[in-house]
């Protein structure tokens, strides 16, 4: 298949000096053209203005004014939609592409469509620059077979198109403008005094890349991006591409981002899964860390991952759980409201245990419930020691809360009261979960949505009876010899901040002991 299209200008032309209606040789121009004639040239009418008066004179418009881009539209509009498969124009531009099997036919077709156009000129009184016309052959032949190359490129609307459409020089040309653009902001930069870092940036998104991304949805291979919808999706697509690289080389265009180039190089499924090692000695087993992020990634457990959910708003978020009064006063207006409560109100206390014993630490939780201040049921339970009193005291409140909606429908149809001492659980109950246990706080806001569920806080260690029962438990719970099955016996994510601050503590300690001993050996 060979590709052949020629490029054609308009040099000037001519208005009649009579109306359509006067003059016959006028009936084929287009009647909006008069609408966009200065009365300056015709001598009537305030400066600037436009009119339909009657020129009285023949005026001849080259390419120079700055109407000329408006009328030239006007004149070619008819040209143009006379055959739109073949004929294209943008202002006094126009081209002509025809694509078959041989340059032979191409270029009879081609000429045809020159006279025709000529003719069209002729009766129209627009004349056309034939220094300016330019053909090339877009085709792939080789040897005897491909056309002559006099033409290497041609220029169309400020983007070179070369016979193979490798955009060679189209790239050399964008990069170079967009070079001279950066060098010169670089300059002003360099001054005593000079623009902000912010202004800088502003001017190479402005200037730079618009210049060295122009023409890019032309000779780029196009691949799916979701941008073309957003308003704002061209100037995306444009900042998606680097400023350096493949531009300098002035190698074939191939715009593509680091994701896409990502995906074809890796194999499905891989970006998703540890790497492995698939042949030779070890295969089967995963590679060795090749990089100081996944180096430092073996160090930790690993741990339950966080989930992205939406914000989590419910009544009383956003005011102190104390009430900003002292836990003395708090707990007397505690036992005052837990007295007052009706009957078959449920309340839930539960706690928090972090323990050590011989250098080990444990960590487990605890949970009373009552109703009409009599306990109904309780538990405890021990979780994961990489963890936290934080992640006892929320797992604890699930835990407590999950037991109280197992019990028969006449205790979970009740208001249900969750009695915590920890304020830090509260906000998180409340508002958004913490991603440090995040998957107790998630069950607890679910529950909240379809039971009659209040949160509470009881300060610890007042007398209370309620939280010193659960206080008990839980110290009794830390030291259960099985963790609770599922994500409690997982490490936590506040118990990898604690292993990540002992390394870096340890680290620092060694290095400073290290740079010591240097420098004692460097004294004399």
Same mark, same amino acid.
């Given at each position: 298949?060979?590709?052949?299209?020629?490029?054609?200008?308009?040099?000037?032309?001519?208005?009649?000096? =009579?109306?359509?209606?006067?003059?016959? $040789?006028?009936?084929?121009?287009?009647?909006?053209?008069?609408?966009?004639?200065? *009365?300056?040239?015709?001598?009537? +009418?305030?400066?600037? +203005?436009?009119?339909?008066?009657?020129?009285?004179?023949?005026?001849?418009?080259?390419?120079?004014?700055?109407?000329?881009?408006?009328?030239?539209?006007?004149?070619?509009?008819?040209?143009?939609?006379?055959?739109?498969?073949?004929?294209?124009?943008? !202002?006094?531009?126009?081209?002509?592409?025809?694509?078959?099997?041989?340059?032979?036919?191409?270029?009879?077709?081609?000429?045809?469509?020159?006279?025709?156009?000529?003719?069209?000129?002729?009766?129209?009184?627009?004349?056309?620059?034939?220094?300016?016309?330019?053909?090339?052959?877009? =085709?792939?032949?080789?040897?005897?077979?491909?056309?002559?190359?006099?033409?290497?490129?041609?220029?169309?609307? /400020?983007?070179?198109?070369?016979? $193979?459409? %490798?955009?060679?020089?189209?790239?050399?040309?964008?990069? #170079?403008?967009?070079?001279?653009?950066?060098?010169?902001?670089?300059?002003?930069?360099? %001054?005593?005094?000079?623009?902000?870092?912010?202004?800088?940036?502003?001017?190479?998104?402005?200037?730079?890349?618009?210049?060295?991304?122009?023409?890019?949805?032309?000779?780029?291979?196009?691949?799916?991006?979701?941008?073309?919808?957003?308003?704002?999706?061209?100037?995306?697509?444009?900042?998606?591409?680097?400023?350096?690289?493949?531009?300098?080389?002035?190698?074939?265009?191939?715009?593509? %981002?680091?994701?896409?180039?990502?995906?074809?190089? =890796?194999?499905?499924?891989?970006?998703?899964?540890?790497?492995?090692?698939?042949?030779? $000695? #070890?295969?089967?087993?995963?590679?060795?860390?090749?990089?100081?992020?996944?180096?430092?990634?073996?160090?930790?457990?690993?741990?339950?991952?966080?989930?992205?959910?939406?914000?989590?708003?419910?009544?009383?978020?956003?005011?102190?759980?104390?009430?900003?009064?002292?836990?003395?006063?708090?707990?007397?207006?505690?036992? =005052?409201?837990?007295?007052?409560?009706?009957?078959?109100?449920?309340?839930?206390?539960?706690? +928090?245990?972090?323990?050590? *014993?011989?250098?080990?630490?444990?960590?487990?939780?605890?949970?009373?419930?009552?109703?009409?201040?009599?306990?109904?049921?309780?538990?405890?339970?021990?979780?994961?020691?990489?963890?936290?009193?934080?992640?006892?005291?929320?797992? /604890?409140?699930?835990?407590?809360?999950?037991?109280?909606?197992?019990?028969?429908?006449?205790?979970?149809?009740?208001?249900?009261?969750?009695?915590?001492?920890?304020?830090?659980?509260?906000?998180?109950?409340?508002?958004?979960?913490? !991603?440090?246990?995040?998957?107790?706080?998630?069950?607890?806001?679910?529950?909240?949505?379809?039971?009659?569920?209040?949160?509470?806080?009881?300060?610890?260690?007042? +007398?209370?009876? /309620?939280?010193?029962? !659960?206080? $008990?438990?839980?110290?009794?719970?830390?030291?259960?010899?099985?963790?609770?099955?599922?994500?409690? @016996?997982?490490?936590?994510?506040?118990?990898?901040?604690?292993?990540?601050?002992?390394?870096?503590?340890?680290?620092?300690? @060694?290095?400073? %002991?290290?740079?010591?001993?240097?420098?004692?050996?460097?004294?004399?």
């Amino acid at each position: 298949m060979c590709h052949s299209s020629i490029l054609y200008c308009i040099s000037a032309a001519e208005t009649p000096a =009579t109306r359509p209606d006067e003059d016959p $040789r006028m009936a084929a121009d287009p009647p909006q053209a008069h609408r966009f004639l200065p *009365h300056q040239q015709t001598g009537q +009418g305030p400066p600037g +203005g436009f009119h339909y008066a009657k020129p009285q004179r023949r005026l001849r418009h080259s390419t120079g004014i700055p109407l000329s881009p408006v009328l030239y539209m006007l004149y070619l509009s008819e040209l143009l939609s006379q055959d739109s498969n073949i004929r294209f124009g943008y !202002a006094d531009d126009i081209c002509l592409y025809k694509a078959s099997t041989s340059v032979d036919i191409n270029v009879a077709s081609l000429v045809t469509e020159i006279r025709n156009i000529m003719h069209w000129g002729t009766r129209n009184k627009i004349a056309f620059a034939p220094e300016k016309l330019e053909m090339i052959h877009l =085709t792939r032949k080789n040897g005897s077979r491909a056309p002559d190359w006099d033409q290497p490129a041609l220029r169309w609307l /400020g983007v070179w198109f070369d016979r $193979r459409l %490798t955009f060679r020089r189209h790239v050399a040309e964008r990069a #170079g403008k967009a070079r001279q653009v950066a060098r010169h902001i670089r300059g002003l930069a360099k %001054t005593v005094d000079g623009p902000p870092a912010s202004a800088l940036r502003k001017a190479v998104i402005t200037c730079v890349i618009p210049s060295l991304t122009y023409g890019t949805e032309a000779c780029r291979q196009r691949r799916p991006s979701g941008l073309e919808d957003h308003p704002y999706g061209y100037t995306l697509q444009g900042r998606r591409y680097p400023v350096g690289g493949g531009y300098a080389g002035g190698s074939q265009a191939t715009f593509r %981002t680091p994701h896409s180039n990502g995906r074809r190089s =890796t194999p499905p499924g891989a970006q998703d899964h540890p790497p492995i090692i698939t042949r030779g $000695r #070890g295969a089967g087993s995963r590679q060795v860390a090749k990089t100081k992020i996944q180096r430092l990634g073996s160090l930790f457990p690993q741990v339950l991952r966080p989930t992205l959910r939406p914000p989590h708003y419910t009544h009383g978020c956003r005011v102190d759980p104390t009430g900003g009064v002292d836990k003395e006063t708090a707990a007397a207006a505690f036992k =005052t409201w837990w007295d007052d409560l009706p009957p078959d109100d449920v309340t839930i206390f539960s706690d +928090g245990s972090e323990q050590y *014993h011989e250098r080990q630490k444990y960590v487990g939780y605890g949970y009373a419930i009552y109703q009409n201040k009599k306990q109904i049921g309780s538990g405890a339970g021990s979780i994961n020691p990489i963890s936290h009193v934080f992640d006892a005291e929320a797992i /604890g409140a699930w835990r407590g809360l999950q037991h109280t909606l197992r019990m028969p429908q006449e205790v979970r149809s009740q208001r249900l009261w969750m009695c915590i001492d920890s304020t830090s659980v509260i906000w998180c109950l409340r508002a958004n979960a913490s !991603a440090s246990s995040q998957w107790a706080f998630i069950a607890c806001q679910n529950a909240m949505q379809v039971y009659n569920i209040r949160i509470k806080w009881s300060p610890g260690h007042t +007398g209370i009876e /309620g939280n010193e029962a !659960a206080d $008990r438990l839980a110290d009794t719970g830390a030291h259960t010899p099985d963790c609770d099955p599922g994500p409690a @016996s997982l490490p936590t994510i506040s118990g990898i901040g604690s292993i990540f601050r002992d390394l870096r503590s340890g680290a620092q300690q @060694s290095w400073w %002991t290290k740079r010591k001993a240097k420098a004692v050996r460097s004294l004399p």
